[in-house]
């Protein structure tokens, strides 16, 4: 803990830790013992506050680091404002003390003071809380009269005299003296009728005492004498520290029938502000940095505060293979964490991705869940939340400029005149950044000073000779456009000739978008951006963003990133929106970082649900084999989303296309169909759950046209199938009261064993281990690489990459490659046609089939509903 003394230069080091001197009491020898306890440990620390020597000591033993801060004597008022200001935004700093004299503590500089950082009680508010006898949420710790009050004489009615200087201290003692009974009468110190009051008083209460000393004569015979003070109460800042049980108030609901739109449903609910949310469940106000009122990104030191805090339920959230329409896993899991927290009183956290703009405005929509399931504002949470995206984005094209400059200039430029360019001469002298010092010890170059190095160093420092046939960096857009799939660049005449082939792929599917997923650090991640290699040199070797020397730069553009997004659902239990890869082209999870805080917060019977992006097949897949490995963590249960409709695609039912309406097979009845999509599709999801050793419970979303027979079989056909249990959710209509059955079934689930196992062992060669998803978990016969992927495989061998897991890039329509093949397709080969690696990451990624990087906009999209009314700013047609 950090406390910052602030006082005028000349002032002396003057301690606001107080020593209880002396007191006599007649009826309080139990509280004599505890009293005088408390007196020796303010001894003690008083006497080792500022001694240099023992200053580690206090540190070590309490936990303590004071600072002070000397101001000079003549000081101006926004002098002194300034230096609170930045103690006050300093994360570090828990408490500050204005030691100042009275002339300097105007209401301007009381003002700026934070309240939670207020040791001595004196902004507003504090003294407010203090007179009101609430120091609860206050730093100081006051010595009260409580004892007085128990005593076997009680003074009620009688008189206390307070002695003291006047200061809000006083005033708040007065106030406690009065509120139990007693008639308070003040006096200061240099008071000369001091003796003859106190020689009159039933008891006497010292305040400020110092060095004073009051004689023992003086008092009453059967007086009771109280010393108080204020002091920094450690054992309450310490306390504050550890983890707190939630004060969770739930947003109540009152569905309505037939369901509203899911946007009127979002503005039908008042969201709690997000720091009132933050303190309910156990974030300190300097972990949170507000967006708003509706959304705040929360600090990671949350885990280094909470690092022994054991961690709670792991649960992740699959489905099976979907229609185009989705089945609802963002819905069930919202749902799902409303009943745990809202209604079975269970701490719970739901940790989602943030939806690219692509789906949002072209075919699928945003992903905030939906019905009575959602998380709230839904406008927010689906258009831009903090710039996560945008982040991502600029960093990532960042890079793209970096690679043609870098070529450009190479090109048309001698080694000297680059070298000379690369490390110019400031003030005189030539010298390396940090960047470029690492890129020579990578050249086996061990020199340092610039001059040193020989013509042929010189060459290999500013020479990366990109390949540009083998440059796999691509410009991203958070925007479904087709066109830019396949572009040239260099095409301006100033360009000299420096034309390339490239292209975009959608934001989300940035190798620095699957960065932030995975890192567990910010340290974590600048390490992983400095290793993405973005293409070859004509002599075979790898060139990363760190011999671009813009790993630090995309460091610093992507700062704010890593902290996961607080937000709320409808019934106000907690959400953490972070990062958003697609499960199609990356690994479809949201961050390790959010999952890792969400799980410390929620206790050790608390629950963490995230969310695996498409079917069991892909998300789930990747978050076994990739987030797991890279976290640490190991789930405890798997919910695995059905909805009858699926289920009757996958039976032989006709094709569902978005926009269209739905053939009557889905509306009706039809127990065939539902039987056969349970027999193929659904059973063969749970047995790829079953591969990782995780008890699986199905949840079927229900939707209004499914009848009470279809529920029944699906539920039926499940549990023979192998599913810990099967029940039916209706959050869409009820909110968390209609996933109860669901998260009881969880609860039950996660207490049972869990024997979670890897598919693969990540030594196995590359070709085996896509061969090992593509057989076990597809169903495929075998695999077929390209003569590129082929070649790819090996560079990559070569290149000491080929311990990765593996990300594979396949269509979410089907387990094959063809996304007409239904159900659970057997008996075809897995054509590979390319293998890319994305080492900053940490996986090679196979594209298997016609998989595209960049989605196109349908015939007609989203944005045709989309609107703003420019009088009230409010947005239509989202949903």
Request: proline fraction near 6%; charge should be neutral; include cysteine.
């Amino acid at each position: 803990m950090w406390q910052y003394v602030l006082s005028p230069r000349q002032g002396k080091k003057t301690s606001y830790w107080r020593s209880i001197r002396k007191w006599q009491k007649r009826y309080f020898v139990f509280f004599l013992t505890i009293l005088f306890l408390l007196c020796n440990i303010f001894i003690f620390l008083k006497s080792v506050i500022f001694d240099n020597n023992l200053f580690g000591t206090v540190s070590t033993q309490f936990g303590l680091n004071i600072t002070q801060i000397c101001l000079a004597e003549d000081c101006s008022e926004d002098e002194v404002i300034e230096e609170v200001l930045k103690l006050n935004e300093d994360p570090r700093v828990h408490g500050i003390y204005l030691h100042l004299p009275p002339a300097s503590l105007t209401s301007r500089v009381l003002d700026t003071l934070k309240p939670e950082k207020d040791v001595d009680g004196i902004t507003d508010l504090n003294l407010g809380r203090l007179v009101r006898g609430d120091l609860s949420r206050a730093l100081i710790h006051v010595l009260t009269l409580n004892p007085m009050v128990s005593a076997d004489a009680p003074l009620k009615g009688k008189t206390v005299l307070l002695v003291g200087e006047g200061g809000p201290f006083d005033c708040a003692l007065q106030s406690l003296i009065e509120k139990n009974g007693m008639t308070a009468v003040k006096i200061a110190w240099c008071s000369r009728s001091l003796q003859s009051q106190v020689m009159q008083a039933d008891a006497v209460v010292l305040s400020g005492v110092g060095s004073r000393i009051v004689p023992p004569t003086w008092f009453k015979p059967d007086a009771s004498v109280i010393c108080c003070e204020s002091t920094l109460d450690c054992s309450r800042w310490i306390q504050e520290k550890q983890y707190r049980p939630w004060s969770l108030r739930r947003l109540a609901l009152q569905p309505l029938t037939p369901v509203p739109r899911d946007i009127e449903i979002s503005r039908a609910q008042v969201p709690k502000p997000v720091n009132q949310l933050a303190e309910e469940i156990g974030l300190l106000p300097e972990e949170l940095e507000a967006y708003g009122r509706n959304k705040a990104k929360v600090q990671l030191s949350v885990l280094d505060r909470l690092q022994t805090q054991p961690d709670g339920k792991y649960i992740l959230v699959a489905g099976i293979t979907p229609t185009p329409l989705g089945e609802g896993k963002s819905t069930v899991t919202i749902g799902l964490v409303q009943a745990l927290s809202a209604h079975l009183r269970l701490n719970s956290f739901a940790c989602l991705r943030q939806p690219s703009q692509g789906p949002t405005f072209g075919v699928k929509g945003g992903a905030a869940g939906g019905g009575y399931a959602q998380v709230i504002p839904m406008e927010e949470f689906n258009l831009h939340l903090t710039g996560d995206i945008h982040a991502i984005t600029a960093a990532n094209n960042l890079v793209a400029a970096a690679i043609d400059a870098r070529m450009f200039h190479e090109t048309t430029q001698s080694d000297k005149a680059l070298f000379y360019r690369l490390v110019p001469t400031v003030n005189g002298v030539r010298k390396f950044s940090p960047i470029q010092i690492s890129r020579l010890h990578r050249l086996g170059i061990k020199k340092t000073e610039p001059a040193s190095l020989t013509p042929e160093e010189v060459s290999a420092f500013v020479r990366l000779d990109l390949d540009p046939s083998k440059i796999t960096w691509q410009r991203v857009l958070d925007t479904n456009d087709r066109f830019l799939r396949k572009i040239t660049v260099g095409q301006a005449s100033t360009e000299k000739g420096q034309m390339r082939e490239t292209g975009f792929d959608i934001a989300v599917a940035s190798e620095i978008m699957a960065i932030l997923a995975l890192a567990d650090s910010l340290e974590d991640m600048k390490n992983r951006l400095a290793r993405i290699v973005v293409g070859t040199s004509r002599s075979g070797q790898p060139v990363t963003t760190e011999d671009l020397g813009v790993s630090g730069a995309l460091a610093v553009l992507m700062k704010d990133a890593i902290k996961p997004t607080l937000m709320q659902t409808l019934e106000g239990t907690p959400v953490f929106v972070h990062a958003g890869p697609f499960a199609n082209i990356a690994h479809g999870n949201s961050s390790v970082l959010a999952d890792k805080l969400a799980l410390k917060l929620v206790g050790q019977d608390g629950f963490v649900v995230t969310e695996a992006g498409f079917g069991a097949d892909i998300g789930m897949e990747k978050f076994f084999n990739i987030k797991c490995r890279a976290s640490g963590l190991r789930p405890n249960v798997v919910v695995l989303v059905a909805t009858v409709r699926a289920l009757k695609m996958h039976g032989g039912g006709p094709n569902v296309s978005a926009g269209s309406p739905l053939p009557k097979e889905y509306i009706d009845e039809n127990l065939g169909l539902v039987a056969g999509g349970c027999h193929s599709n659904l059973r063969k999801q749970i047995q790829i759950t079953h591969l990782f050793g995780v008890p699986v419970v199905v949840a079927l979303n229900v939707f209004k046209t499914d009848t009470q027979a279809e529920i029944d079989l699906v539920c039926q056909i499940a549990k023979e199938c192998g599913a810990f249990d099967a029940v039916p959710c209706h959050h869409w209509s009820q909110g968390g009261l209609g996933s109860v059955e669901l998260a009881q079934a969880v609860e039950e689930a996660a207490r049972t064993p869990s024997n979670f196992q890897f598919l693969y062992d990540t030594e196995m060669p590359i070709t085996e281990k896509i061969r090992t998803i593509a057989q076990r978990v597809y169903g495929a016969d075998d695999i077929e690489l390209s003569a590129e992927a082929q070649a790819k495989v090996d560079y990559y061998d070569q290149q000491g990459y080929s311990s990765l897991p593996i990300c594979m890039a396949k269509t979410h329509l089907s387990l094959s490659h063809m996304p007409d093949k239904k159900g659970a397709p057997t008996g075809f080969i897995l054509p590979i046609r390319d293998v890319r690696a994305s080492v900053g990451a940490g996986f090679i990624y196979p594209l298997v089939g016609t998989m595209s990087t960049m989605p196109g906009l349908p015939t007609r999209p989203c944005f045709y509903d989309i609107d703003l009314d420019p009088i009230t700013e409010e947005i239509t047609g989202l949903f």
